[in-house]
């Protein structure tokens, strides 16, 4: 019956290939033609030599050879440490020490090259973008302190931030004081929104939940959200407790840079 079937499909996918060879202009699809492609047909074996050969005659990059090497000489050391270890002798030991000094040897000549190129090639030097000094620190601080700031009071036209929390939570109690001190300090509007029906001493007369909790699957409390009042995008902020530094800080990432950015 699946012999029938197949023989039925075949004929129907590939007019004729079952009825006189209607459909192709050489005796079978089966037979292997090397003058046509056929994807089931394997190359000749003298075909397959040519290549092997070939193959074969490729020379190896450096970056092949210097790979080859690397490994010869990473399992040379593996080797001695376990005959070392296995066959603790004084000399099985020395020369475990000779090929360690000498890995380490290599690990310093490659550390120092790197710093004396990037020293001379600013374009790879990572600390023009994330100092580690504390004068050029200090700087940079001030500079994102600045950026921060610009993009905050930017912001703050179109943005605010949605306070999701209960009555019931203390981490809700202790994140209301920051964000009175962030609208207060910084002119950021808060948009308080209970979940219980109840507010808080901060925001006594908060707005009730209209299904946005829900929308954002918020779980857990409190939770802030940065919403645009003009197109209404939402940017999740964060849950739990976060400083008011971390507040700006975050959006200023979310709001005002592209990921990877400041990387």
């Not at 779980?219 to 959200?225: A, G, K």
Request: net charge neutral.
């Amino acid at each position: 019956m699946r012999a029938s079937a197949f023989l039925i499909f075949f004929a129907i996918v590939v007019p004729g290939a079952a009825f006189g060879g209607a459909g192709i202009d050489y005796p079978s699809a089966w037979e292997c033609d090397q003058a046509r492609f056929n994807w089931y047909c394997d190359l000749p074996p003298e075909q397959k030599q040519q290549e092997t050969q070939r193959a074969k005659e490729k020379p190896k990059s450096k970056e092949e050879l210097a790979l080859e090497r690397l490994e010869a000489k990473a399992r040379r050391l593996k080797e001695l440490r376990a005959l070392a270890i296995l066959e603790p002798t004084p000399e099985h030991i020395a020369a475990y020490i000779r090929a360690q000094e000498e890995t380490m040897q290599m690990a310093a000549t490659f550390s120092d090259v790197w710093r004396r190129v990037v020293w001379q090639n600013p374009d790879l030097n990572y600390e023009l973008k994330r100092p580690v000094n504390n004068a050029a620190i200090d700087t940079y601080n001030k500079v994102r302190r600045e950026a921060e700031m610009k993009v905050l009071d930017e912001i703050k036209k179109d943005w605010g931030i949605f306070f999701f929390f209960r009555s019931d939570c203390p981490y809700c109690h202790r994140m209301a004081p920051t964000l009175r001190f962030l609208s207060d300090m910084y002119g950021i509007t808060v948009f308080p929104v209970t979940l219980d029906g109840r507010g808080l001493p901060e925001y006594p007369d908060p707005r009730p939940d209209n299904g946005m909790a829900r929308m954002l699957n918020i779980t857990q409390v409190p939770m802030l959200v940065l919403g645009n009042v003009r197109d209404r995008r939402l940017i999740p902020l964060g849950s739990g407790v976060i400083s008011a530094q971390d507040v700006i800080e975050r959006i200023y990432i979310l709001a005002g840079t592209k990921p990877g950015e400041l990387y």
